[in-house]
């Protein structure tokens, strides 16, 4: 069953642009993740945010948490070409270690 | 750094036969994955592992088994390979402390 819908499916930005994705989601959640993954190649983890936070940062990526909306977003700030890949948000509702991902949202930056 | 590896990147099957899949970490991890990934459908879990000889069915089970012999080892079983579980097939692994997954650079299987 699929617990996360990003939103856009697919983003084409120029480089030092902003790259904005959303993420929605169904039942409670004890943390949301997001996940990079270039293509034909595993996926990377990117940042974790708990369901008491509201707002995270790592370098060029912000993540929000609306636990009322049911929803979070991934900002990613002065984009680079480096930064295609698909990207997916992943929650744990608690249920054994388990993640539930999302269909991804394809991510690309030109020159 | 955790290092996740998959027996194979690439992989051709045919009908009816028995496909394994094996995925060792090396991080001491005691949560083991297997997703399979299709376009427009993300990651679908097939089964997962929360300790060696313990296994536990995902969403999408049907047509699959696992082993967990060792912490380290986790093996996909195909029993008899369709051209329908032509897929991505991901594995990945994650400490108790918190479930943050490391994954495997993932095969490509084809089963003709």
């Known amino acids: 069953s699929q617990q996360g819908e990003e939103d856009p499916q697919a983003l084409s930005i120029q480089e030092g642009e902003n790259a904005t994705m959303n993420c929605s989601y169904k039942?409670?959640?004890?943390?949301l993740q997001w996940y990079r993954q270039n293509s034909g190649r595993g996926l990377v983890h990117l940042i974790l945010?708990?369901?008491?936070?509201r707002e995270k940062h790592s370098g060029r990526l912000r993540v929000t948490l609306d636990t009322s909306k049911k929803s979070s977003s991934l900002l990613i700030t002065a984009s680079r070409a480096a930064d295609t890949a698909s990207y997916f948000c992943?929650?744990?509702?608690?249920?054994?270690?388990?993640?539930?991902f999302g269909t991804g949202t394809r991510l690309q930056v030109t020159l | 750094d955790v290092k996740v590896t998959q027996s194979s990147r690439y992989l051709v099957k045919r009908t009816g036969e028995k496909v394994f899949l094996e995925c060792v970490q090396d991080?001491?991890?005691?949560?083991m994955f297997w997703y399979r990934q299709d376009p427009g459908l993300g990651l679908r879990l097939i089964y997962f592992?929360?300790?060696?000889?313990?296994?536990e069915k995902g969403d999408i089970p049907e047509g699959y088994s696992v082993s967990r012999e060792k912490k380290e080892r986790f093996s996909l079983i195909l029993e008899s390979a369709s051209t329908n579980q032509t897929s991505m097939y991901l594995c990945?692994?994650?400490?108790?402390?918190?479930?943050?997954?490391?994954f495997g650079p993932g095969t490509r299987l084809t089963v003709l």
């Open positions: 990945a692994s994650s400490p108790n402390q918190n479930n943050e997954q490391f």
């Open positions: 945010i708990r369901s008491n936070e």
């Open positions: 991080m001491d991890h005691e949560n």
């Open positions: 992943a929650t744990d509702s608690g249920t054994a270690s388990k993640l539930t």
């Open positions: 039942t409670s959640i004890n943390n």
């Open positions: 592992s929360y300790d060696v000889k313990m296994k």
